[in-house]
Nanobody
């Protein structure tokens, strides 16, 4: 079993930068694709960014491309999401995911999920 815990969220102003972290316990994630999703109030959860198990490939939603960067540190069992040039539309609960069968862009029903961390961007 894998437990994922996100951190780094909070209240920021438009234009600010924030780095989210997601650390896993229970299993090494070196062979897992890792990713970030977000869900705003009243909206469905949406894909934000993903990274393959070997770091060879990264994927981003069009809405965050050029502003967000996903990275991973297998030694720390952690995935990061660097978010720059934040705007109010980025306000959401951000959750990380780990998937032994995913590739960073597609995700299986076996993926593990964290509880999420709230990011609120004020204008």
């Amino acid at each position: 079993q894998v437990q994922l815990v996100e951190s780094g969220g909070g209240l920021v102003q438009a234009g600010d930068s924030v780095r989210l972290s997601c650390t896993a316990s229970g299993r090494a994630l070196s062979s897992y694709a890792l990713g970030w999703f977000r869900q705003a109030p009243g909206k469905e959860r949406e894909f934000v960014a993903g990274i393959s198990w070997d770091r060879a490939s990264t994927y981003y939603a069009d809405s965050v491309k050029g502003r967000f960067t996903i990275s991973r540190d297998n030694a720390k069992n952690t995935v990061y999401l660097q978010m720059n040039s934040l705007n109010p539309e980025d306000t959401a609960a951000y959750s990380c995911t780990a998937d032994r069968w995913g590739d960073g862009r597609t995700w299986s029903r076996h993926a593990y999920w964290g509880q999420g961390t709230q990011v609120t961007v004020s204008s």
